[in-house]
Every structure is written in C-alpha cells, then in structure tokens.
C-alpha cells in the first residue's frame, strides 16, 4: 500500500498543481494587495516518523501573529487578515501543501501533521502508529470535525485510519473531505 499510495499521491498532486497553478497565483496577487509580509506561511510540522518538515500554507494572518496553534492564540480574529477569513473557509490557504505532498512530506489522506511543539498530542499519537505515516492534506478526524473535535477524538479517528488504511477508505475520504470543503463544514474563522 505505501507505494502505491505514494505513486498516488504524486501523481495527483502534480495534476492539481497543474489545474490549480491560476487560482494559486491569483491568491497570491490577492494577499500581497491585503496585507505586508510574504505570501507563503511556513511552519514546523512533524512528518513520517517526526521527520520535521517545513509545511506550506497561504498566509492568512498578520506576520505579528504567535507561532502557536491557533487555539492557543486566545482570540484568533485579531491575527486573521481580511483576506484570510475567506482564504480559511474555503480552505484556499491549504492549496501550497500540493507542493509538501508532491516532494514527499505529506500524503493526500492522512492525520493531519502536529505542530513539533505539541507534545502532548505527539505522545498520543505515537500510540496509536499515527506518527509512522505520512500525514495529510486531509484526513479521517477532518471530516470528523476537522477544528471542532478535541485532541483525544482527533487521535482516535487517526487511530481509525492507521488500523483501516485502504485506498477504497482514502477515496471515501477524499470525497468527504470535497464535500465540507463546499460547505465550509469544520472550520474555525474567528
């Protein structure tokens, strides 16, 4: 499965790349217009195996925001450029993690990556096999409640997965995860 998966993952990837190079482009135009600082956000994340790896996203805050999670943040709406509020919801910002998939960083289905500073949560992932896998763009817990759901209930849809791992369930996911993304379904903007 891993191989193929892989394979997978860079074809598709490289496909989306290609459909999505405007809309990516226009993005960046639109956020260097909002607000000063660089267009693309990176952030330590853990890999397969805690690897640490730069993940890529579209900045969608202030470059005075704190490099913490966004929970821990207090009030998130006082770091979220105007631009970005809409970028989080419709989940635009994620579209630079097509380049962290296509070199390998990242899988298209997996648990989402942690932050190298969440131990706790590390910890409860080691586990259950979660750190042993790519993570992903999306995963089982994001279609679960993606920003909505605890730590220990995202550990256990990632627990889910390692133990149910098919391409028929990444498909599945897949699909889900296009479906919330229509509805703005799991996302925190505020």
């Known amino acids: 499965m891993n191989f193929s ?3 997978m ?4 990837s490289f496909l989306a790349v290609l459909v999505f ?3 990516m482009a226009i993005v960046a135009i639109l956020i260097k217009l909002d607000s000063k600082g660089p267009v693309i956000f990176k952030q330590k994340r853990l890999g397969k195996n805690k690897v640490v790896f730069n993940i890529y996203k579209f900045r969608t805050m202030r470059t005075d925001t704190p490099n913490v ?3 821990d943040l207090g009030d998130p709406s006082l770091y979220i450029t105007k631009l970005g509020k809409f970028l989080r919801k419709s989940s635009l910002d994620e579209l630079p993690q097509l380049f962290n998939i296509l070199v390998g960083h990242m899988s298209i289905v997996g648990p989402r990556p942690a932050l190298y500073n969440q131990y706790v949560l590390i910890a409860m992932r080691d586990e259950v096999g979660a750190n042993s896998i790519r993570p992903g763009l999306t995963g089982y817990a994001q279609v679960r409640g993606r920003d909505f759901i605890s730590d220990q209930e995202k550990v256990g ?3 889910y997965y390692v133990e149910h791992m098919s391409l028929w369930l990444d498909v599945k996911i897949i699909c889900w995860t296009a479906k919330s993304v229509v509805r703005s379904e799991g996302v925190r903007v505020d």
């Open 5 to 7: 998966k892989r394979v």
């Open 69 to 71: 999670s966004t929970e």
């Open 157 to 159: 849809y990632d627990k």
């Open 21 to 23: 190079m405007l809309p």
């Open 9 to 12: 993952d860079a074809v598709l």
